[in-house]
């Protein structure tokens, strides 16, 4: 009984945590597609996807915020991360 309950409890951690995961990404994908496509379009950013790593992203994104890009310090990270995780030709950037 105890370790049915223990199964259940931890699937449904997992589950959470995925679920939360995705949202995450799906946020820093839709950050991408509104901040992003303010000066330029979607294609610039597009451009150096799969090929920036994160740490060139994270300068990209910096030198981007000092240009006046609306991006929170809190949400850089999830942003970056989201960038550099991205192949070449990912969506919604690439569409
Ligand atoms: C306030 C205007 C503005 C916003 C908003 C903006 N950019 Fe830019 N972006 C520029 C300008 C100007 C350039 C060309 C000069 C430069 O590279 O700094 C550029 C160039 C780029 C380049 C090509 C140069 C390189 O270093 O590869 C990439 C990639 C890029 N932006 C990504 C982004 C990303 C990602 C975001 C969202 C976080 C963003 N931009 C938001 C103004 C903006």
Redesign the pocket.
């Known amino acids: 009984m105890t370790r049915i309950r223990l199964a259940a409890l931890a699937a449904s951690l997992v589950f959470t945590l995925a679920a939360s995961m995705a949202a995450l990404a799906q946020d820093a994908s839709q ?2 597609m509104t ?6 379009n979607a294609k ?2 597009c ?2 996807l799969g ?2 790593d994160k740490a ?2 994270d ?3 910096t ?9 929170g310090e809190k949400d850089k990270p999830a ?1 970056v991360g989201w ?1 550099a995780a991205q192949k070449a030709g990912a969506k919604p950037v690439c569409e």
């Open positions: 950050t991408v901040a992003c496509t303010k000066c330029h610039r950013v451009a150096n090929v920036k060139a992203w300068a990209t994104v030198r981007m915020v000092k240009n006046g890009a609306q991006v942003l960038l």
